[in-house]
């Protein structure tokens, strides 16, 4: 096989209360991406869809892993990668997470699959390192391995599936900026331990309501007293959109990985809908451009495309 072609999916990071720890994969959207292999050591990035993303390899988040791949082992083989983002760089629904991934998938496909999930995750992060100056795998571990996934720890990589009830899960993109690494440089770097006693207790009680499909702890557990109060400042109605759903019937939501899109969880697909309409009817009032999504759990993560998406 010489090239491939694959849908690399969006994905929540944090859930609410696992800042860097907990990560979902999205239904749609998703980008898309060719990957041919080439005879010489090189890496090739070729954008298709007029973001303003740098093509360097060292400087994009899908270059930067295909370059580690080539560093680490001595094979003469290179890689050109076409994308065609469909998520929104800077949304918070893990745009770079979706190229690194994407990437690294397509390659250890056209290799021969000599890598392990873990491997591909180990990989992509170099991807993120370039996107937001950190290692997290929030984004990454859910579009390689699908569904929900706890990221216990990162060095060493411990990464555990979390199975779920059935979820229908509306976003909220508003159509501001905001970088991930600020995002980062304004959390406070120390914590009381009453906030800490209370965000265990979320993640745990998040973990075992997916487990057992108890919506009720679920929807108690989507609590963060730590970061959201900090970030929920960068983006404009945010407070007023989770008070109104939760009014409407969702179990409950928050930010989208650093934001500024929004996510809410429901039971079923008319609570979702009458969550689109509150998201729409508020950010046309506040008059800011937005774009929402229904959408559902992707429990497999990236896959592999018969069709070539760029003829
Ligand atoms: N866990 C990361 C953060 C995800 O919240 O900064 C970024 O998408």
């Known amino acids: 096989m010489k090239e491939i072609n694959i849908q690399a999916p969006a994905t929540i990071a944090n859930l609410v209360c696992g800042f860097d720890v907990l990560g979902l994969c999205l239904d749609k959207p998703y980008d898309l991406m060719k990957v041919k292999l080439l005879d010489e050591r090189k890496v090739i990035i070729r954008s298709e869809d007029g973001y303003p993303l740098p093509t360097e390899p060292t400087q994009n988040t899908a270059g930067a892993p295909l370059l580690e ?10 890689f050109e990668v076409t994308i065609n983002k ?18 690294v998938f397509a390659a250890n496909c056209l290799m021969g699959n000599i890598y392990s999930k873990n491997d591909l995750v180990r990989l ?110 960068l983006i404009p109605g945010f407070d007023e959109v989770k008070e109104l759903c939760k009014q409407a019937g969702a179990l409950g939501g928050g930010i989208s990985g650093s934001g500024p ?11 979702a809908s009458q969550v689109e309409k509150i998201m729409q009817d508020l950010y046309f009032k506040l008059d800011i451009p937005h774009h929402t999504y229904i959408t559902t759990i992707n429990p497999n993560g990236i896959s592999v495309q018969n069709d070539d998406h760029f003829p």
């Open 69 to 78: 791949i080539l560093s680490e082992t001595n094979l003469t083989i290179g």
């Open 86 to 103: 469909q998520i929104k760089p800077g949304s918070g629904i893990g745009s770079s997470a979706a190229s690194a991934a994407g990437a």
């Open 124 to 233: 992509a992060m170099f991807g993120e390192k370039v996107a937001s100056g950190v290692k997290h795998a929030d984004n990454i571990a859910p579009c390689i391995f699908g569904g929900i996934t706890l990221i216990r720890s990162i060095f060493p990589l411990d990464i555990v599936s979390i199975s779920a009830p059935p979820l229908i899960i509306t976003l909220v993109h508003p159509q501001i900026e905001v970088r991930t690494s600020d995002a980062r440089q304004i959390l406070r770097k120390e914590v009381l331990l009453k906030d800490a006693i209370r965000q265990w207790g979320n993640i745990a009680g998040l973990v075992a309501g997916l487990m057992k499909g108890d919506y009720e702890l679920i929807g108690r557990s989507l609590e963060d007293v730590i970061i959201e109060p900090v970030r929920s400042m």
């Open 261 to 271: 899109s929004i996510f809410m969880m429901s039971r079923d697909l008319q609570t």
